[in-house]
């Protein structure tokens, strides 16, 4: 069964937060766990931002829990949440932390990952396999994050209203390509469509007991190397960095991004 890691003993990032220490066992809000007393933490800089709720208890602003509220999905893909005191419960369990933290939404904050990947090739061409396992060797695009230098998916937030694929494509662009001439053949690769590999929580070192995020990944594969693959990355928005990466067992990725990539691995047949 799984238990969050990345948002649990540790201090909460740009802050000096310290989170209330929470062992394996006592993830699951099933444990009984009296002398659970985490702090309360609502970054300072996320106040009266658009993408931001308002803060909580509030006499005007009631938001509608488990369903669409409006243009903002506060639907969990894990069924029902559980709301104490007016708030939100994670639905893994304990962070040792209360409050929104960095993430604008109570509750579920509702990303979009696109894995963009392609065959390892020579330079004749040729796909290149692993010597040990025979399998080819998969590469997919990666940025870096700017907030905690780890190398990521280059996904984002879904706004508002905003469909999922949309979501997908526009991130990519802004963080992988930042700007690009190939417009139309970008518009193509995802309009082709992906193949859903993960959809549902995310260990990410910004989740506290009353929000954390979801997303919904998609695999977009350039089988010849001829559209994206060919492509001149350039990193934007919140990525300092991007790359083509090759796939295996050794990736190692922010949050559980390195899960979700072995999805489509296991999809493609790839080497790990
Ligand atoms: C991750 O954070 C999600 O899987 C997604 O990749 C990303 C969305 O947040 P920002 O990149 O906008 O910070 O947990
Ligand atoms: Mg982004
Ligand atoms: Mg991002």
């Known amino acids: 069964i799984f238990r969050h890691l990345m948002c649990r003993n540790n201090m909460y990032p740009r802050s000096s937060v310290l989170r209330y220490p929470v062992s394996d066992e006592q993830v699951f809000w099933s444990e009984p766990f ?11 800089h996320i106040g009266g931002q658009v993408w931001a709720d308002p803060p909580l ?4 602003f009631r938001p509608q829990w488990n369903q669409l509220d409006g243009q903002v999905n506060r639907e969990s893909f894990h069924g029902a949440y559980n709301v104490q005191n007016g708030l939100p419960l994670n639905p893994i369990g304990r962070t040792g932390l209360t409050g929104r933290g960095s ?6 904050n509702h990303a979009a990952d696109p894995i963009v990947t392609r065959w390892k090739r ?10 040990t ?3 080819n060797i998969i590469q997919m695009v990666a940025i870096q994050r700017s907030d905690n230098k780890l190398w990521a998916i280059p ?13 997908l494509k526009r991130e990519f662009t802004e963080e992988a390509l930042n700007f690009t001439d190939k417009a139309n053949m970008v518009e193509r690769f995802f309009q082709a469509g992906g193949v859903q590999v993960y959809q549902g929580y995310v260990d990410d070192f910004r989740n506290t007991d009353n929000a954390w995020m979801e997303t919904t990944a998609l695999n977009f594969h350039d089988e010849d190397g001829s559209q994206v693959g060919q492509l001149e990355l350039m990193a934007g928005d919140d990525a300092t960095n991007v790359r083509w990466t090759d796939v295996d067992s050794n990736l190692k990725l922010h949050a559980n991004h390195a899960d979700i990539v072995r999805e489509v691995v296991i999809r493609r047949n790839a080497h790990w």
């Open 57 to 60: 208890p509030s006499d005007t």
């Open 103 to 108: 993430l604008g939404r109570w509750g579920p």
């Open 34 to 44: 009296p002398d659970y007393c985490p702090p309360a933490y609502t970054a300072p």
């Open 122 to 131: 020579d330079g004749q061409g040729a796909i290149l396999a692993n010597l």
């Open 155 to 167: 996904g984002g937030m879904v706004d508002p209203g905003e469909n999922v694929s949309v979501t």
């Open 133 to 135: 396992t025979g399998k």
